[in-house]
């Protein structure tokens, strides 16, 4: 039986949702809430692709349609917004055996390829998948270039004590010896949000680099997610902010998505380090499997993300255009 892929109708939206949490690459910014947002700031048009065989439903491939210069691309997810992960997300293939669900993911794969091709023929596409994606070669097959990419997750499963073992001597040393009097750490909220945003950007812009996600957008993440949460660390001293972490927290796994950067504030206070494990003794309690470190492929501050001891996992960033597409610098500066 083949596999009939379509844009999700309403009644495939409803469920929406339910598959994403069913889906092993599924993530918060997979669900419906989530993508609208996503689509509104990067001024894109949503195509939620689905895919069943019979009634079972076997893949989602969330793509965001944006016009430059009268060229049409693709992309999933969207540019500029710094989500970390989008791209397909499979379901119901883990009991098949590997040739089936080979052929499976394949014929889910091809028929998205077919719908992208007919009903947008673009110029240019990229997408990034999450890191429960393990086969490129779909895409390859089909003219994409494939580049894998790395992050670190921290194992949450073990005990409080047996994971700050695995640190390293400073980041344990760091946590355990500075007094708690001399700092405090809390989940907020709006403000919260606001206040490490505007941290992270002035860093961005005074190494020289583009910071261009909109405060809006990620109140609006964080305010309109369903079933996962947008929760912002902050550490003050003496009542002032000192640094902060975005934490993105969706079923097993929170993940470090914006903030932890090098603070101004004049104290001697190990900041990130106090903030990290703050988010993990926070996962422990909860229940929560994995803290993703998100990103692994700056060699300065991997040195730093390396010291809570994780394991190295892999995804992919995938490219489709033409040579000349991919060289048209204003182009390709505005969309990767």
């Known amino acids: 039986m083949s596999i009939d892929v379509r844009l999700a109708t309403d009644d495939d939206r409803e469920r929406w949702n339910e598959y994403v ?10 669900e419906l809430e989530a993508l609208r947002v996503q689509a509104e700031y990067a001024d894109a048009t949503l195509h939620p692709l689905i895919g069943f065989k019979g009634q079972e439903v076997v893949g989602l491939f969330p793509l965001f349609e944006v016009k430059k210069r009268f060229v049409t ?39 998205c390829f077919e719908w992208i091709s007919s009903e ?15 086969d490129a070669r779909p895409f390859i097959w089909d003219g994409y270039d494939a580049t894998p990419e790395y ?35 809390g989940v ?9 945003h505007e941290q992270v950007r002035n860093r961005y812009e005074s190494q020289g680099i583009g910071f261009d996600v909109p ?29 902060g972490i975005l934490a993105l927290e969706y079923r097993g796994t929170t993940s470090r998505w914006m ?17 990290d494990w703050a988010i993990m003794e926070d996962g422990l309690e909860s229940g929560l499997e994995t803290y993703d470190l ?33 060289t048209i610098a204003s182009l390709y500066d505005s969309v990767k």
């Open 73 to 111: 691309t693709v992309f999933s997810p969207p540019p500029h917004l710094r989500v970390p992960y989008l791209g397909p997300a499979f379901l119901n293939l883990e009991k098949l055996k590997q040739r089936k669900r080979e052929r499976r993911r394949q014929r889910f794969m091809d028929g």
């Open 151 to 185: 992050t670190y997750a921290v194992d949450l499963s073990i005990s409080e004590d047996e994971l700050l073992m695995t640190f390293s001597s400073d980041a344990r040393s760091n946590i355990r010896n500075t007094d708690e009097d001399r700092y405090e750490i």
């Open 294 to 326: 998100v990103g692994a492929d700056t060699r300065r501050i991997n040195r730093y993300k390396a010291k809570f001891d994780p394991a190295l996992r892999t995804y992919y960033s995938l490219e489709y255009g033409s040579l000349g597409m991919r």
């Open 215 to 243: 405060l809006e957008f990620v109140l609006d993440l964080a305010d309109r997610s369903e079933n996962g949460h947008v929760r912002p660390y902050t550490l003050r001293v003496d009542g002032e902010f000192v640094g």
């Open 21 to 30: 949490r069913r889906s092993p690459q599924g993530t918060l910014c997979h």
């Open 259 to 275: 903030g932890g950067v090098r603070t101004d504030a004049d104290v001697d206070v190990p900041t990130n380090d106090l903030l």
């Open 188 to 196: 907020g909220g709006p403000e919260e949000i606001r206040l490490i």
């Open 120 to 134: 947008l023929n673009p110029k240019y596409g990229h997408v990034r998948t999450s890191t429960g994606f393990e």
